[in-house]
């Protein structure tokens, strides 16, 4: 299992934004599937949350335990904007590889306050990059040649689709929201510091991300804890803005192999093979939420269209073929399996409770 997970020279792996829905899926995946010491710097935001990798290390047992005694999982609580932190936290880390999944990734919120998504997303890429390089050119030539960076981002640097194709790793960039601008700047960072300073670096952009444990402002958990609640869904406009949704566990497999056996230099789209516009995915929800709970059947009346998000790009799809045909990946999850196990989960640790936010679909 651990050499089928990371390559042999990979020991110890700084994971940024470990706190978050889908760098937590990450640091579990590594704890339980791996034997390497997982650094986990968050600066423990609003949407940070810790419990499934505490739960995660209680399951372990004494496999959370490395032989000198100490936990597997270190938390570094730093926040990428302070480039000293910063530089400190690599410093202990002292990763073999390090995969950066810390950004603000709010849609809404990047329009109400577009200046930290700035500061997080672009300097804190830069902060990171720099005090990485500086770790990566003092290490001794065998760790060196194992050593790596993979970057995560968004499909949503590219822009939106017409009804027809899909992005690829070819397709231009073209944000249209201050979080996109703010990734893509990112991506060409990590891009530009491979080719300037020879950093070896792996970029991945995926589609939207759902399951458990992500912090609920995002669409899904927002439909499912408003519909447990009895209260009104909101949906973006006329609801035919099209997703490409990827079961996050089915990311994290993506996102390992591209971070050990990925091509250096290169970028890989990863996408579920799930298209969906808004009013089909609440739709599925409500359905299988009249299963669930037939007392608040149907709970399609619950749907409230509301005015339409500024810049709401129409579709975005995925090509994955590249992954698949270099790495072997492909989703194991289809959008209704992914679906009814995320709803469930919700149900299970949220009850009636409402939801936490009022955002829109």
Not at 148 to 173: A, C, K, M, N, Q
Request: charged share 20%; hydrophobic share 40%; net charge negative.
């Amino acid at each position: 299992m651990v050499t089928a997970l990371l390559p042999p020279g990979i020991r110890r792996v700084l994971v940024t934004g470990g706190a978050g829905f889908i760098g937590g899926a990450v640091v579990r995946r590594l704890l339980t599937g791996s034997d390497a010491l997982v650094f986990n710097l968050d600066k423990l935001g609003y949407a940070s949350d810790l419990s499934s990798i505490e739960l995660s290390l209680v399951e372990l047992g004494e496999r959370g335990l490395i032989a000198n005694g100490a936990c597997r999982h270190q938390l570094l609580k730093v926040d990428l904007a302070d480039a000293e932190a910063t530089a400190a936290a690599v410093k202990q880390a002292d990763p073999d590889l390090v995969m950066h999944l810390a950004a603000e990734s709010h849609v809404d919120r990047s329009i109400a306050g577009p200046g930290a998504f700035i500061e997080s997303n672009i300097n804190g890429t830069f902060n990171l990059l720099q005090a990485v390089r500086a770790h990566w050119e003092q290490l001794p030539e065998e760790r060196q040649s194992h050593f790596r960076f993979h970057h995560i981002s968004t499909d949503e640097v590219f822009g939106s689709l017409g009804p027809e194709g899909r992005f690829s790793e070819t397709t231009p960039y073209d944000p249209r929201s201050p979080y996109s601008a703010s990734k893509a700047a990112s991506d060409h960072l990590v891009s530009a510091w491979h080719h300037t300073y020879g950093l070896p670096v792996v970029l991945t952009n995926c589609s939207n991300n759902y399951g458990p444990w992500q912090f609920p402002e995002k669409l899904i958990p927002v439909v499912i804890l408003k519909a447990a609640a009895g209260e009104a869904i909101p949906l973006y406009g006329d609801g035919q803005n099209v997703r490409d949704w990827l079961y996050v566990e089915d990311h994290v497999e993506a996102l390992l192999l591209a971070a050990t056996r990925g091509r250096l230099g290169d970028s890989y789209c990863v996408g579920g093979a799930n298209e969906r516009n808004n009013t089909q995915v609440l739709q599925a929800i409500c359905a299988l939420m009249d299963q669930q709970r037939p007392e608040g059947a149907p709970h399609s009346r619950l749907v409230t269209p509301v005015k339409d998000r500024a810049g709401h790009d129409r579709r975005y799809a995925i090509d994955a073929s590249k992954i698949t045909a270099e790495l072997g990946w492909r989703p194991r999850h289809s959008f209704e399996q992914g679906l009814e196990a995320t709803l469930r989960w919700y149900l299970e640790h949220y009850g009636n409770a409402a939801s936490k936010s009022s955002g829109g679909a």
